[in-house]
């Protein structure tokens, strides 16, 4: 009898038992964000487009998951300004810290040089200015430098949508293409500026520090008292975070029964 093997998609081959998303701020960038930038596929599914701003970071990140990695395009608070609307949900994303620059050596094949930055933002739930800050942190990715020259690319943009949203990159031609000459030909190179409005965007939740406990070590022959901890009351939502119920109990010193 010939033993039948599970049929195994692509997705699956993909995305197997033990996945781990990991990739560095480089990969990021280069092999995410600038192909998002101008309309070509990403290598992989593991990002998709989300409008961020719609919704609270504890509704686009799934209970029991680490973080989440997703594609948005940033839009400026005034038609006429230059700061970007960071209002979202509930809430809203502030700045915390400074730009961190990322370099890649793969954009001109020599020297380092910088191709993106990573700002680091906090969600505050409530009104702008008011807001209460929560455990809620956001990594934004987006092109700078290097990250913004024109290259050329097979695949014309509009034939890649990973979801609602549309990218606006423009599209630079050089005298000698010609598109009208192959209408249906989907691998016409062509000069691509990318959109510098999409960034990368990792959400994730900050893990609570759990204070260590310091075994200590008493002198019970001098008779001195030993403190211990009320574990039973450990974590009661009426005490106090991170502290522990000591309690006091005298050790009675013993007489030596035999004498000198």
Not at 56 to 78: A, H, M
Not at 158 to 173: H, K, P, T, V
Not at 184 to 194: I, Q, T
Not at 220 to 229: L, M, N, S, T
Request: with cysteine; aromatic share 10%.
């Amino acid at each position: 009898m010939a033993l039948r093997l599970p049929i195994v998609s692509a997705a699956s081959l993909e995305h197997g038992p033990g996945f781990r998303f990991t990739p560095t701020d480089e990969d990021i960038v280069v092999h995410y964000l600038r192909p998002r930038a101008v309309n070509e596929p990403p290598p992989s599914a593991t990002i998709v487009d989300m409008d961020i701003l719609s919704y609270n970071p504890w509704d686009l990140v799934p209970e029991g998951s680490k973080e989440k990695y997703f594609f948005s395009q940033r839009v400026l608070k005034w038609p006429l300004g230059s700061q970007w609307n960071r209002t979202a949900g509930d809430g809203y994303w502030k700045t915390s810290g400074k730009d961190v620059p990322i370099f890649s050596c793969g954009v001109n094949g020599g020297e380092p040089l910088m191709i993106g930055l990573k700002r680091t933002l906090v969600f505050y739930h409530g009104k702008s200015g008011a807001g209460e800050n929560t455990e809620w942190v956001m990594q934004e990715y987006r092109l700078a430098g290097a990250g913004l020259r024109p290259y050329r690319v097979l695949r014309p943009s509009g034939n890649y949508n990973s979801g609602e949203s549309s990218s606006g990159a423009a599209i630079i031609r050089k005298k000698n293409d010609s598109v009208s000459e192959a209408p249906n030909n989907d691998n016409v190179p062509v000069v691509v500026k990318p959109d510098e409005t999409w960034v990368v965007c990792r959400i994730y939740k900050k893990r609570k520090h759990t204070p260590r406990v310091t075994p200590q070590v008493y002198n019970i022959a001098q008779g001195r008292q030993v403190p211990f901890y009320n574990f039973l009351d450990h974590g009661n939502s009426k005490g106090t975070s991170g502290s522990s119920i000591l309690s006091n109990i005298p050790l009675e010193k013993t007489k030596d029964d035999k004498e000198g």
